[in-house]
Every structure is written in structure tokens, then in C-alpha cells.
């Protein structure tokens, strides 16, 4: 085993080598380098509050990036399914254990919105959990299909990222 182990490493070497690869890590300044604008929408769908959270950490880092890179972000946030329930106005729609995670979510929310975000609610997904309209966040925009919404943002460039 280890002498196929050592082979290997010899022969990544010699096609490394003869094809011009490194295996040095890349930052990626090159590829930022080639745009100014970037167009990217996020599918929240997770019903899990920490992974919820978690994700919208995320969305929040790779945000603070493209931004750090010199790039101009048009961020789409599109929600559906069972993370629906924790973009309401009250607690009605979650466990009472959530609570704590719920006010976390809603001070990004707020905070995307302030960042220029567009969120967009999905209303079949709302209406599966039982959610009336009349219960979202104002900063949210209801869309009747997410899947239509989420389509056309791909068929105009934007960047599709799942978050389940």
C-alpha cells in the first residue's frame, strides 16, 4: 500500500508538472479580477433553527466577501419551505425552544434588508406550513411560485446557491 502511495505521488507530480498545475492553494483574486458586479440568489429552505442561523451566517460571510474582493453584490434571498416559519411577525409558527434563534434570524433579516438584499417569499411554501401572508416580515416579498422566481434569476445571470 504505501508503495502505491509513493507511485501516486509520482505520477500527480510528473502530470502537475508536465501540464503546467500547482499544487499551491489559489486565492481568488483572478477570477474577481474578470467582474465587477456579481448576481447571486441564495434558496433558504431549511426548517432547522441553529442550521438556519448558520446559513444565514453564511450568506452574510460570502456577502462581506464579494464586497472585500471589490465586487458589487445584487443578493437575492429566496425562502421556502419550512424556513418560511421563522420569517413571521410572531412566534405562532415555531417551537417556543426557537425563540432565542428566531430574534438572531430576524436581526439579519434586518440587517439584509439594510444591505440592499431583495427576500423573497415563496407563497405556495407559506401556505403548506399553514402561514398567512398577512404573517410575514414587511422586508419580505411574497412571490406566488419561488421555483418560477428562483428560474428566471438563473435565466438573468444570477448565481444559484442552495442553503439546505
Known amino acids: 500500500?504505501?508503495?502505491?502511495?509513493?507511485?501516486?505521488?509520482?505520477?500527480s507530480d510528473i502530470l502537475f508538472a508536465q501540464y503546467?498545475?500547482?499544487?499551491e492553494v489559489y486565492s481568488n483574486d483572478d477570477v474577481v479580477a474578470k467582474n465587477?458586479?456579481?448576481?447571486?440568489?441564495?434558496?433558504?429552505?431549511?426548517?432547522?433553527?441553529?442550521?438556519?442561523?448558520?446559513r444565514l451566517q453564511?450568506?452574510?460571510?460570502?456577502?462581506?466577501?464579494l464586497i472585500a474582493a471589490g465586487l458589487t453584490p445584487r443578493v437575492i434571498v429566496g425562502i421556502r419551505g419550512k424556513a418560511s416559519n421563522?420569517?413571521?411577525?410572531?412566534?405562532?409558527y415555531i417551537l417556543e425552544t426557537d425563540i432565542p434563534i428566531k430574534k438572531k434570524i430576524l436581526a439579519r433579516?434586518?440587517?439584509?434588508?439594510?444591505?440592499?438584499?431583495?427576500?423573497?417569499?415563496?407563497?405556495?411554501?407559506?401556505?403548506?406550513?399553514?402561514?398567512i401572508e398577512a404573517d410575514f416580515?414587511?422586508?419580505l416579498e411574497i412571490v406566488n411560485n419561488g421555483y418560477v422566481s428562483m428560474i428566471s434569476y438563473q435565466h438573468?445571470?444570477?448565481?444559484?446557491?442552495p442553503m439546505d
Open 1 to 11: 500500500m504505501k508503495r502505491m502511495a509513493q507511485m501516486w505521488v509520482v505520477i
Open 20 to 23: 503546467g498545475f500547482s499544487a
Open 36 to 54: 465587477k458586479e456579481v448576481k447571486v440568489y441564495f434558496d433558504v429552505n431549511i426548517g432547522e433553527s441553529e442550521k438556519l442561523a448558520t
Open 58 to 65: 453564511l450568506i452574510d460571510k460570502t456577502y462581506g466577501d
Open 86 to 92: 421563522f420569517f413571521t411577525k410572531d412566534d405562532d
Open 109 to 131: 433579516v434586518v440587517q439584509f434588508k439594510s444591505a440592499g438584499f431583495r427576500l423573497e417569499q415563496c407563497s405556495i411554501a407559506a401556505a403548506m406550513q399553514g402561514i
Open 137 to 139: 416580515l414587511p422586508q
Open 156 to 161: 438573468q445571470g444570477y448565481a444559484y446557491v
